[in-house]
Nanobody, 123 residues
Framework: QLQASGGGLVQAGDSLKLSCTAS????????LGWFRQASGKEREFVAA????????YYVDSAKGRFTISRDNAKRMAYLQMHSLKPEDTAVYYC??????????????????WGKGTQVTVSS
């Protein structure tokens, strides 16, 4: 079970850190990812991280601004977002997958999904 939190209303240029709390014994062996869905738009991949945290993969719009990380001991994943833009406004979801493929392949989706958290960036 996954639960995203940390969303809110911020201004353009601000930073925000999202957290994902996970339950389950296999958390440390799963690939984790963040996705987002803006109102009226399709779900979009944001970032993914390997089970050990050594590999990450980002959508081009997130590169240089967002950082995905994880703490397996705490069963937590994070998405640190800087230089936020109005176009980053969306519901953000954390997701997990049993893995086994290249991180880029998870941009189409993952096996397990949590409830999202709303991020609103005002101009």
């Amino acid at each position: 079970q996954l639960q995203a939190s940390g969303g809110g209303l911020v201004q353009a240029g601000d930073s925000l850190k999202l957290s994902c709390t996970a339950s389950g014994r296999n958390f440390g062996t799963h690939v984790l990812g963040w996705f987002r869905q803006a109102s009226g738009k399709e779900r979009e991949f944001v970032a993914a991280i390997s089970w050990g945290g050594g590999q990450t993969y980002y959508v081009d719009s997130a590169k240089g601004r967002f950082t995905i990380s994880r703490d397996n001991a705490k069963r937590m994943a994070y998405l640190q977002m800087h230089s936020l833009k109005p176009e980053d406004t969306a519901v953000y979801y954390c997701a997990a997958d049993r893995g086994g493929a290249a991180l880029s392949s998870y941009s189409s989706g993952m096996e397990y999904w949590g409830k999202g958290t709303q991020v609103t960036v005002s101009s």
